[in-house]
């Protein structure tokens, strides 16, 4: 287990921002269920659901921005719970783009790859690995969608979110898995022991410019419709 309480570039958990979050929130005293429980709260909630300018971005990165999607809160939360001294690896996905539909809209929702690269967490607890993914949305977000679409059939996939049960997603821990885009999956990678490893051969098929267009224009569109989202004010409608 060693290798997987281990830092790694992407986990930078030495690093003085980390390191005083640690100490503020004092979560390396706590019992290992509550350490879990308060680092997936902290992340989900106080980690807005947003898009940063790339996957592989550092969690001190991650943790300045006070957003993130799947692959880099992803990382931040790994990062906590390794600080903690709490086991964790990556299992690697593509989901499918209509799960950022709403998120993506018009001409570059139809640039998109159809298939995004996405991941979630594996925590070692009580002898056992759990999936945990339900952390990506945060709660504020997430109620909006639920007020948006309570007409909607359960089954539920666009901004964000790809669920069987959109009122009563698996997104609070407790001591077990945790989802709100395992709906939307499309091709399983498998487990990496690091982020780090899992991004050295899987990465988004955007290629250079498309690339340079999402992070000078894309995202920040993007992060302004789930903006509206969270508060209330985009248009009705799928």
Known sequence: MTVLI???????????GIQQLLRDRQWVQLPV???????YNFVRDEIQFGYNRSDVIQASEVLLDGYG?????????????????????????TIDKELQKGA????????SPQEIIHSWVEV???????????????????SRLQEKFAACPEGFCGY?????????????????????????????FGIFD?????????????????????????????NRNVSKIRQGTAASGA
Request: include cysteine; aromatic fraction near 14%.
């Open 104 to 111: 993506m809209k018009g001409w570059y929702y139809q640039l």
């Open 194 to 222: 690091s982020p780090d490893e899992f991004f050295a051969v899987h990465r988004q098929k955007l290629g250079p410019l498309r690339e340079a267009v999402f992070v000078y224009i894309v995202r920040h569109l993007m």
């Open 69 to 93: 999607q799947c692959n880099t809160k992803g990382i931040l939360f790994m990062t906590l719970l390794r600080a903690a001294g709490i086991p964790c690896r990556m299992h690697g996905f």
């Open 6 to 16: 281990s830092e790694t570039e992407l986990m930078n958990y030495s690093h003085p």
């Open 33 to 39: 269920k509550e350490q879990i429980l308060q680092i």
């Open 124 to 142: 070692w607890y009580k002898d056992k690995w759990l999936n945990i993914e339900g952390f990506i949305l945060d709660m504020p977000y997430l």
């Open 160 to 188: 964000g979110a790809a669920t069987d049960n959109l009122s009563n997603p698996e997104v609070y821990w407790d001591e077990g898995h945790t989802y709100i885009q395992k709906e939307g999956i499309v091709q399983d």
